[in-house]
């Protein structure tokens, strides 16, 4: 493919704005054609601010035109399957962002889809991307860790919030509350450090607590306030425990948006048979390890890349030479999996054996 990529964002929120805008704007060979969203003054002011591109309000408009190669989804996660899908059968490729879907079956739609129409399907999970990531993974690949058995990972916050009421606390939207939109980043990063391992049970509780109570709720921040409803819908998790067994290490985490303990702690701990990693969540890492009869802390501090545009960078790469990366679909339903056996355990009150 020797001309421009031609890409379309659909949906001109936070995301689309904060992340993959500005990493399109800035890759080579790369043309934005349409700004879309349902909202058009946000689509009309995308295209004002970026100075390109054409607004439209209904992506089914842009399905069919030939030129277009590509499609970012930044969406809310209940149309990412619907887009996605629609897009790849027009024979489009898609970035998705994550996670790939709400629930397991809406991303293996996705998944069959991609496969059936030969479309590229990569999902936003940005951190495979990133620099300390791939030490991390390479670390581990190359036996400085011995047998990783145990990976436990903290995404926990003191009375945060996302917009309290909207999309992002309505389960029939969102899917979940803090394990499918922290959690899935956390998980994801696991199984790409560990060699992408086949989850096979998972048992855990997600609690939806704090946030119940909208009007009388009390948060320290509130990172989509736009999207506020004072009376809106809060039935997601605000904070969940679970244990996954895969066919490598097993998994543990503890995850909260709101919590009542003033901590707050994002961090993965991989636990080896020669030597641990805390792996600081979009941060540097220590390796604790043993040499000649001492124990042994090492820091490590590495220049962070922007995970955004390597992922896009990639993404376009894959459009071009017609190949996977390590966000593809595939990898990206495992992590489903996991999430879907969690919430339906938490539910249940039980374990759940991970089908395939």
């Known amino acids: 493919m020797s001309k421009d990529v031609k890409i379309a964002i659909i949906g001109c929120g936070t995301i689309a704005n904060s992340a993959h805008i500005p990493a399109y704007l800035k890759a080579p060979g790369v043309e934005i054609k349409y700004f879309c969203d349902i909202i058009p003054e946000r689509a009309d002011a995308a295209v004002e601010k970026y100075g390109c591109g054409t607004a439209v309000y209904d992506y089914h408009e842009i399905l069919n035109d030939p030129e277009l190669d590509a499609v970012s989804v930044c969406t809310h996660n209940d149309f990412h399957s619907i887009i996605s899908i629609d897009f790849m059968r027009a024979g489009k490729d898609v970035l998705c962002e994550k996670p790939a879907a709400r629930i397991l079956s809406e991303a293996l739609e996705m998944q069959r889809v991609a496969h059936e129409t030969g479309a590229i399907l990569n999902i936003g999970v940005c951190n495979r991307f990133g620099t300390q990531v791939n030490q991390v993974k390479k670390m581990i690949d190359d036996g400085e860790l011995g047998e990783v058995y145990h990976v436990y990972a903290s995404f926990r916050a003191y009375r945060s919030i996302p917009g309290i009421g909207g999309d992002f606390t309505r389960k029939a939207s969102a899917g979940g509350g803090a394990l499918i939109d922290w959690g899935v980043h956390y998980i994801d ?43 809106g819908v809060y039935d997601v998790d605000d904070s969940v425990v679970g244990l996954v067994r895969t066919d490598g290490p097993v998994i543990s985490f503890n995850g909260a948006w709101a919590q009542n303990i003033n901590q707050k702690e994002t961090y993965i701990d991989f636990i080896g048979t020669k030597g641990g990693i805390r792996l600081q969540y979009c941060g540097d890492f220590v390796y604790y390890g043993v040499k000649n009869g001492m124990l042994t802390e090492t820091a490590t501090s590495y220049r962070k890349n922007n995970f955004y545009e390597e992922e896009v960078l990639s993404f376009v790469d894959c459009i071009k030479n017609r190949t996977h990366n390590q966000a593809y679909i595939d990898y990206a339903v495992e992590t489903s999996r996991i999430l879907q056996a969690i919430y339906d355990s938490s539910e249940q009150h039980r374990e759940i054996v991970i089908e395939r």
Do not use: Q, R
């Not at 790409?192 to 109570?213: D, H, M, Q, R, V």
């Open 189 to 231: 990063l696991i199984l790409y450090c560990c060699g992408e391992p086949k989850p096979i049970t998972a048992s855990g509780e997600a609690f939806c607590k704090l946030g119940k109570n909208i009007k009388d709720y009390v948060y320290t921040s509130m990172w989509a306030e736009e999207t506020k409803e004072e009376d």
